[in-house]
């Protein structure tokens, strides 16, 4: 399979890269230098000239926070990127997966949100991505995850990891979702890639878990003392962050569980998988 990823140097690209590469793939790995979703002439050059079966579009502006004050940054990356991504793997006549978020919903579900539940994004980063999953052709696949972990980049294993000789910590205890890790999610799109799945997929990792209790995992099974977090809320927040984040991220991956697809692993697994990678176990 000869295989385009866009955003190739971050925390997933990096791992579908190499996936893909281990798996015997053809792999056009794409940084925001090759392929600049910005730029329509940039996208079409990148993708149109290496004609590739498959583009995994893992680029986005994922600076959730910053997209609040510059929401056409966020629009034209997140969401008119994807047109140009899917215009441009038309003419090549390439299948699109194109990689979204939790933050397509508003959080407010009890239960954990399937494929087909309504989506309301409430920060401008969430509308970004919900308007580049609008702009995915219906042959095509959207892979929606959460809370993304893995060795390349910045996350909360690695900021927990960079906090671990503090005396105290607060982190939020009424914002539940999976934490998914990289080395998991890369096989998974992968297979999608593979037998070209349609339409819409939630991929997460099983389990779920609050921040603050996630924090208590990372801490416990890295050798560190978990009681030096404590639970708060996140109206305590202070400052508050500047874009709202659901409360609860928890994607139930139903279409996966239905269609018969090996679901990933418990994330407690992943998380110790991780840990051993970065040389982080007690
Ligand atoms: N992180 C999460 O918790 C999370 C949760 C749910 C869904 N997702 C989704 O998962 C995907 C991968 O996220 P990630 O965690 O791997 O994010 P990441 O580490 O921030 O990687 C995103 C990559 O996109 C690239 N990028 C930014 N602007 C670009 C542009 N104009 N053109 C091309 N590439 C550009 C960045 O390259 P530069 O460094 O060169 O800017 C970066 O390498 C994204 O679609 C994200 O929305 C992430």
New binding site residues.
């Given amino acids: 399979m000869r295989i385009l990823i ?2 190739a ?5 990096s791992d579908l890269v190499r996936h893909c590469t281990e798996a015997g793939d053809d792999v056009i790995a794409c ?3 090759q ?4 730029h329509r002439d940039s996208v079409a050059r990148a993708i149109t000239g290496a004609r590739p079966d498959v583009v995994v579009n ?5 600076a959730v926070d910053a997209c609040e004050t510059d929401p056409d940054k966020a629009w034209r ?1 997140n969401a008119l ?1 994807v047109r140009w991504v899917t215009d441009a793997a038309r003419t090549a006549g390439a299948h699109v997966i194109q ?5 397509v919903f508003d959080g407010t579900k009890p239960e954990p949100y399937v494929e087909w539940d309504p989506t309301n994004p409430t920060s401008a980063y969430g509308r970004s ?1 919900l308007g580049g999953e609008k702009e995915v052709d219906p042959a095509h696949a959207i892979v929606r ?4 972990c893995g060795a390349h ?1 910045s ?1 909360m294993v690695k900021t927990v990891l960079g906090l671990a000789d503090r005396p105290e910590l607060a982190f939020v205890d009424d914002q539940r979702g999976s934490p998914t890790f990289t080395a998991d999610l890369a096989p998974a799109i992968r297979r999608l890639a593979v037998d070209r799945f349609p339409g819409t997929f939630h991929v997460t990792n099983q389990g779920e878990v609050s921040w603050f209790g996630f924090v208590q995992e990372i801490l416990g099974q890295a050798g560190h003392d978990p009681g030096i977090v404590r639970p708060i809320r996140t109206a305590d927040l202070d400052p508050p962050r500047p874009a709202p984040r659901p409360a609860n991220s928890v994607l139930d991956n139903a279409v996966f569980r239905l269609a018969g697809l090996p679901l990933l692993p418990h994330y407690r697994e992943s998380l110790d998988r991780l840990l051993q990678e970065l040389g982080a176990t007690s």
């Fill in positions: 866009t955003g140097a971050g925390q997933l690209g940084t925001s230098a392929l600049d979703l910005g893992a680029g986005a502006w994922t990356i990127g990689v979204s978020t939790d933050y991505k995850t959460a809370w993304v980049g996350n």
